[in-house]
């Protein structure tokens, strides 16, 4: 079977092109071809040339469209495997996909189709005013990018796609990470049969062997939505509990830094399993949904819990009761985000056994050869119909 990956990348390597590059890997593993029609938005928005291309080619780039186009002729696929189309490709290429008669699996890794930003969120807090009013005009009213020209870029493109029926006219299926997008989308108007849930998966391995840790780990870029400020709160008021945060920064901030954080930057494979290896477990305090959190997984490949937010995929991905991973806390609820992480740093024992739980979940419902038998069922009916 011949697969044409369809992605625009974002100016920085992003956990998105991260999952993009290793579905392609594990496609290609397992005896298929890739082959790939991607665009990059890297360096381009930096001009007011730049952003004023990427406003226009959001809503419809004709050049996208021309090579989606080039690209079906050349290489003749089976199936088309599109992420994101913006800026620079856009939803009418997808036309170009229905004329030549070949299925559209879409893998939704945000909240895009339904918000224009993508997050679900406004003012720190998640909002879903866009799925409740049908439509995407409060992210103008509201300014939800904070720049009225991205606001108003991001929404037109979201309103073209709609009007036009780019993605409910050509999308023979829509590949969610979370059921808690499916059920979002389906609250959107998509037909449900269309829907269906494929997790990001990870190289599971056979086993790992238990450490303890002595630092509470968060991965990440480290921006508002992520709530990493919040964690940094809960670092000053327990000074005896080390803090370390890896993760790019991409926002000024005059945040006074309490001693017992330490900030490790952007880590390499190697060095984030090493880091990981030696934490006692991860936190990932996020204001808004999030799509498909890969740090509860990477955290998972060494046996160690998480602690995430008790909203979005974080609740079927962490879970409660006997069965959970890890830990939950109250959505931005500082004081209850603190609780749960002095309690677990102070109970060694149930992070043993979290960590098992942790463990057992990724063998047997995130491992790599797990996604990749529901991707190639989602293929193979796909050919057939």
């Given at each position: 079977m011949k697969i044409l990956i369809v992605h625009n990348n974002y100016g920085k390597y992003s956990g998105e092109e991260a999952v993009v590059d290793k579905m392609a890997d594990m496609l290609m593993s397992h005896?298929?071809?890739?082959?790939?029609?991607?665009?990059?938005?890297?360096?381009?928005?930096?001009?007011?040339?730049?952003?004023?291309?990427?406003?226009?080619?959001?809503?419809?780039?004709?050049s996208g469209v021309r090579g989606m186009r080039d690209a079906l002729r050349r290489e003749r696929p089976d199936i088309v495997s599109v992420h994101n189309l913006y800026p620079f490709i856009s939803p009418a290429?997808?036309?170009?996909c229905k004329k030549a008669g070949v299925p559209i699996v879409m893998t939704i890794h945000n909240f895009r189709l339904i918000c224009p930003t993508g997050l679900?969120?406004?003012?720190?807090?998640?909002?879903?005013?866009?799925?409740?009013?049908?439509?995407?005009w409060s992210c103008v009213r509201y300014n939800c990018e904070c720049s009225r020209l991205k606001s108003i870029g991001y929404t037109l493109r979201n309103v073209y796609?709609?009007?036009?029926?780019?993605?409910?006219?050509?999308?023979?299926?829509?590949?969610?990470?979370?059921?808690?997008?499916?059920q979002k989308l389906i609250a959107a108007g998509y037909e449900a049969e269309r829907v269906t849930v494929i997790p990001n998966g990870i190289d599971a391995p056979a086993s790992y062997d238990l450490t303890g840790g002595n630092?509470?780990?968060?991965?990440?870029?480290?921006?508002?939505?992520?709530?990493?400020?919040?964690?940094?709160?809960?670092?000053?008021r327990n000074p005896s509990i080390p803090f370390?945060?890896?993760?790019?920064?991409?926002?000024?901030?005059?945040?006074?830094?309490?001693g017992n954080v330490e900030f490790m930057g952007y880590l390499q494979q190697e060095e984030?399993?090493?880091?990981?290896?030696?934490?006692?477990?991860?936190?990932?305090?996020?204001?808004?949904?999030?799509?498909?959190?890969?740090?509860?997984?990477?955290?998972?490949c060494?046996?160690?819990?998480?602690?995430?937010?008790?909203?979005?995929?974080?609740?079927?991905?962490?879970?409660?009761?006997?069965?959970?991973i890890g830990d939950l806390f109250e959505p931005n609820n500082l004081d209850d985000l603190e609780r749960k992480v002095v309690s677990l740093w102070n109970r060694p024992d149930e992070i043993a056994r979290l960590g098992e739980k942790a463990f057992e979940k990724l063998k047997r419902e995130y491992s790599s050869e797990v996604i990749y038998q529901k991707w190639d069922n989602l293929f193979q009916k796909l050919i057939k119909e």
């Amino acid at each position: 079977m011949k697969i044409l990956i369809v992605h625009n990348n974002y100016g920085k390597y992003s956990g998105e092109e991260a999952v993009v590059d290793k579905m392609a890997d594990m496609l290609m593993s397992h005896g298929h071809e890739v082959a790939f029609y991607r665009r990059t938005t890297e360096g381009v928005r930096e001009s007011a040339v730049g952003k004023i291309k990427g406003f226009l080619s959001g809503i419809y780039s004709s050049s996208g469209v021309r090579g989606m186009r080039d690209a079906l002729r050349r290489e003749r696929p089976d199936i088309v495997s599109v992420h994101n189309l913006y800026p620079f490709i856009s939803p009418a290429a997808l036309f170009e996909c229905k004329k030549a008669g070949v299925p559209i699996v879409m893998t939704i890794h945000n909240f895009r189709l339904i918000c224009p930003t993508g997050l679900f969120m406004r003012d720190g807090l998640p909002c879903e005013v866009c799925l409740e009013r049908g439509n995407e005009w409060s992210c103008v009213r509201y300014n939800c990018e904070c720049s009225r020209l991205k606001s108003i870029g991001y929404t037109l493109r979201n309103v073209y796609a709609r009007w036009t029926g780019a993605y409910r006219k050509n999308v023979a299926a829509f590949a969610c990470i979370t059921d808690f997008q499916r059920q979002k989308l389906i609250a959107a108007g998509y037909e449900a049969e269309r829907v269906t849930v494929i997790p990001n998966g990870i190289d599971a391995p056979a086993s790992y062997d238990l450490t303890g840790g002595n630092y509470v780990a968060y991965i990440g870029r480290l921006s508002y939505e992520k709530g990493y400020d919040l964690l940094i709160e809960v670092a000053r008021r327990n000074p005896s509990i080390p803090f370390r945060f890896a993760g790019a920064k991409r926002e000024q901030s005059d945040m006074e830094i309490p001693g017992n954080v330490e900030f490790m930057g952007y880590l390499q494979q190697e060095e984030l399993s090493d880091f990981i290896c030696h934490s006692r477990f991860v936190v990932m305090p996020s204001r808004c949904y999030e799509g498909f959190p890969m740090a509860i997984l990477e955290a998972a490949c060494y046996g160690k819990p998480t602690i995430g937010p008790a909203h979005g995929g974080f609740t079927e991905i962490i879970g409660r009761g006997e069965q959970a991973i890890g830990d939950l806390f109250e959505p931005n609820n500082l004081d209850d985000l603190e609780r749960k992480v002095v309690s677990l740093w102070n109970r060694p024992d149930e992070i043993a056994r979290l960590g098992e739980k942790a463990f057992e979940k990724l063998k047997r419902e995130y491992s790599s050869e797990v996604i990749y038998q529901k991707w190639d069922n989602l293929f193979q009916k796909l050919i057939k119909e």
